[in-house]
């Protein structure tokens, strides 16, 4: 871990045409992810971003303090995790881990 940085995990979402607004009011900064994860004490924040050339894709960052605060997060909580995924993959026509990336605030 690199000292001053958050653990940023980025997703790549291909989304169905007709449900950008669902999508947006379900992983957005508000969303149904983003309060799921505010049950963590490691969790800072989500960000969504929409690609200008091409409106049906879409981007997420979700910060969290350290890779082991997602990792734990997400152990704990994985069956809910794997139900809410389930519950929203209709709204996607492809869903891509890009990575996780070391965010540095200064």
Do not use: C, H
Not at 21 to 34: D, L, N, P, Q, R
Not at 36 to 44: A, D, L, M, Q, V
Not at 75 to 101: M, S, V
Request: aromatic content about 16%; glycine content about 8%; hydrophobic content about 40%.
């Amino acid at each position: 871990m690199v000292s001053g940085s958050q653990y940023v995990i980025v997703w790549e979402f291909q989304i169905k045409p007709g449900a950008e607004e669902a999508f947006v009011e379900k992983y957005g900064s508000i969303g149904v992810w983003a309060r799921f994860f505010r049950g963590s004490e490691g969790y800072i924040r989500t960000e969504l971003v929409r690609d200008i050339a091409m409106p049906q894709r879409f981007l997420t960052l979700d910060y969290w303090q350290s890779e082991d605060a997602f990792n734990d997060f997400r152990k704990q909580n994985l069956a809910e995790y794997q139900r809410l995924d389930r519950e929203l993959e209709g709204l996607t026509q492809q869903e891509t881990r890009l990575g996780a990336f070391w965010f540095s605030k200064g």
